[in-house]
């Protein structure tokens, strides 16, 4: 068996045999006194159809950890951990996605005549109907239902079926593919639906936050940008890529015809019980049209200030500042940066019944029951200007403006925010000094900017190392350069990385944190950007004033052994600085 490692989500389906299975759980927790019988009636009748080992879970009364221990145990049976075991291509194919699912297992390693199997559910008659599936003797391994979960998602991606569905959109004729290229009217189990619906199945699975969809020569490849990186995940005959553009094009609400300009749509679809938001770009290059879908996912929770990842001292200076009658706060940083998220847990720590809060974005990324947000749309003569003048006229006290991007905007904004209003708004600047200097090169005079501007966070983000697969190495001695530049600190018990698992697909990294840097606007401040001084005069007052930089606090997310020097130089890195 390969030793190796991925990922994970919340389990979905229930085990097999649910009531046998519940039984089974009862006796074990009682017969180990880990558990009274009433605590266990108490979970029965809270969730009655959720499986009572989940609501074991959920209560705290035990770990997913504890319980699989537990009931592997009693069954005399081991326990596979993911984090270590890679299920060979060969035994995976043994069973259909629909089979693992339904049966809740995962198999191994063919041994001989024998599989390895990972199954929530090792009693005999559960075991009993895994080989008659399998057809083959099986030797259980319990599995928790969480790392089982992971196991199912990423061995039995939705990806690998777009093979088949390829091959059949090829049988077709060439009538047949110029009238789907043109737009035709399809049916939804026609190749193309499946291939994208596929698609975009996997990259919700994945985490993605973009899918490309890009001709390349003779093909045409899809890569998902997973926390910040693109990855390669298909890649598929030319002939098919017209055929895809056209379908998302159509369920973009885009002309289909035109082939030539850029174009912008927007999908909305229920994915896996998940309603999905799709904003959908289009554009010429050489070999075809490139397209780019930007997953918003609804269902994803909101972050509250407190679980960005800010370091305490910053998070509670920014909440003061949050928290100001008026006045503008400024989040900068580059396209998904993680600006918008920084902006709503603002929004939810200001959301109370006793303020009027008014957002006008593009698109609307997450949406609030309590605050009143408008769409942009441009083709019906709603943009950031004008909605943001509309905005003034229903009495608001916070009013967030999802981008500045023109001066028109920007001169609204100022003006809100010196006639008192809390202003909230992203541009796209390096870090927080240039910031400012942007709102000056935008056309505002430099007295609005002092007057009108409290705070500007600059922002990145950077992946995580894998907590499942760390081991020490040692930095290059560029890494080493880069942190001894800004101050870093050798981790306390030495440099560690992800050396790359089945939970984080090998890459070394899962997730993401931000790092932040934080410009008070002081009186200081605010003589200099009257003055005009050069951006490296105004940043070394900030930082005499207790401002860190974002390679400053990159460094501390290494010295905490939370991600590499390699990883902050590809995210953060700003020359000169």
Same mark, same amino acid.
């Given at each position: 068996m390969r030793i190796r490692g991925r990922r994970h989500e919340e389990p979905e389906a229930p085990a097999p045999r649910r009531e046998a299975y519940?039984?089974?759980?009862?006796?074990v927790l009682v017969g180990a006194g880990r558990i009274e019988p009433y605590q266990l009636d108490a979970l029965r009748v809270g969730a009655p159809e959720s499986p009572l080992a989940v609501e074991v879970v959920r209560s705290g009364l035990l770990t997913d950890r504890e319980l699989t221990a537990?009931?592997?145990?009693?069954?005399?049976?081991?326990?596979?951990d993911f984090r270590m075991v890679d299920p060979t291509p060969e035994a995976v194919a043994l069973l259909s996605r629909e089979q693992a699912r339904e049966l809740q297992v995962v198999p191994l390693e063919i041994t001989g005549e024998t599989v390895a199997v990972a199954l929530l559910d090792p009693s005999p008659e559960h075991v009993a109907l895994v080989s008659a599936a399998i057809g083959h003797p099986v030797a259980p391994c319990m599995a928790s239902r969480r790392t089982l979960t992971q196991a199912l998602d990423t061995e039995y991606k939705a990806t690998h079926e777009v093979g088949a569905h390829v091959e059949a959109f090829e049988a077709r004729d060439l009538v047949r593919r110029e009238a789907l290229a043109e737009g035709a009217q399809v049916n939804e189990d026609a190749p193309v639906v499946q291939v994208v619906q596929k698609v975009i199945t996997q990259g919700l699975r994945d985490r993605a936050s973009d899918i490309h969809i890009e001709p390349a020569g003779a093909?045409?490849?899809?890569?998902?940008?997973?926390?910040?990186?693109?990855?390669?995940?298909?890649?598929?005959?030319?002939?098919?890529?017209?055929?895809?553009?056209?379908?998302?094009?159509?369920?973009?609400?885009?002309?289909?015809?035109?082939?030539?300009?850029? @174009?912008?749509? @927007?999908?909305?679809?229920?994915?896996?019980?998940?309603?999905?938001?799709?904003?959908?770009? %289009? %554009?010429?290059?050489?070999?075809?049209?490139?397209?780019?879908?930007?997953?918003?996912d609804k269902s994803r929770p909101l972050f509250q200030l407190s679980q960005l990842g800010m370091p305490d001292d910053t998070a509670d200076r920014f909440r003061r500042l949050v928290h100001q009658p008026y006045g503008m706060i400024?989040?900068?940083?580059? %396209?998904?940066?993680?600006?918008?998220t920084t902006l709503y847990a603002s929004l939810s720590e200001l959301d109370t019944v006793e303020r009027n809060i008014m957002t006008i974005e593009d698109p609307v990324e997450y949406t609030f029951d309590s605050i009143n947000q408008i769409q942009i749309n441009e083709q019906a003569g709603i943009t950031f200007a004008g909605g943001l003048k509309s905005i003034l006229r229903q009495d608001?006290?916070?009013?967030?403006?999802?981008?500045?991007?023109?001066?028109? %905007?920007?001169?609204?904004?100022v003006q809100s925010a010196l006639t008192g209003h809390m202003v909230l708004s992203s541009v796209h600047a390096t870090?927080?000094?240039?910031?400012?200097?942007?709102?000056?090169?935008?056309?505002?005079?430099?007295?609005?900017?002092?007057?009108?501007?409290?705070?500007?966070?600059? @922002?990145?983000?950077?992946?995580?190392?894998?907590?499942?697969?760390?081991?020490?190495? @040692?930095?290059?001695?560029?890494?080493?350069a880069f942190l001894a530049s800004v101050g870093g600190e050798d981790p306390v018990e030495g440099f560690v990385r992800g050396a790359g698992c089945h939970f984080c697909a090998h890459t070394g990294f899962l997730d993401r944190i931000g790092v932040y840097e934080l410009l008070a606007v002081t009186d200081e401040v605010r003589e200099q950007i009257v003055d005009r001084v050069p951006q490296?005069?105004?940043?070394?007052?900030?930082?005499s004033q207790g401002m860190r930089t974002l390679q400053e606090q990159g460094a501390r997310l290494v010295a905490e052994g939370l991600t590499t020097p390699a990883e902050v130089m590809r995210s953060i890195y700003v020359a000169g600085v």
């Open positions: 519940d039984e089974v759980v009862t006796a537990l009931i592997a145990n009693h069954y005399g049976c081991g326990v596979v093909r045409v490849r899809v890569r998902f940008r997973i926390d910040g990186a693109l990855v390669d995940v298909l890649d598929l005959p030319g002939s098919i890529g017209p055929a895809l553009v056209s379908r998302l094009k159509i369920l973009g609400g885009m002309n289909i015809v035109e082939r030539r300009r850029p @174009q912008d749509g @927007q999908i909305s679809m229920n994915v896996e019980g998940r309603e999905v938001d799709i904003r959908v770009a %289009t %554009t010429s290059v050489v070999g075809g049209e490139k397209i780019v879908l930007r997953l918003l400024v989040c900068a940083g580059p %396209t998904g940066g993680g600006k918008t608001p006290d916070v009013i967030l403006v999802g981008e500045i991007r023109d001066v028109d %905007t920007a001169r609204i904004a870090e927080a000094v240039s910031a400012l200097y942007r709102l000056l090169d935008m056309g505002i005079e430099a007295f609005l900017v002092a007057s009108s501007v409290s705070a500007v966070m600059a @922002q990145r983000l950077v992946r995580r190392s894998c907590t499942n697969c760390l081991e020490p190495y @040692q930095p290059t001695a560029e890494e080493r490296d005069e105004m940043r070394k007052l900030a930082r």
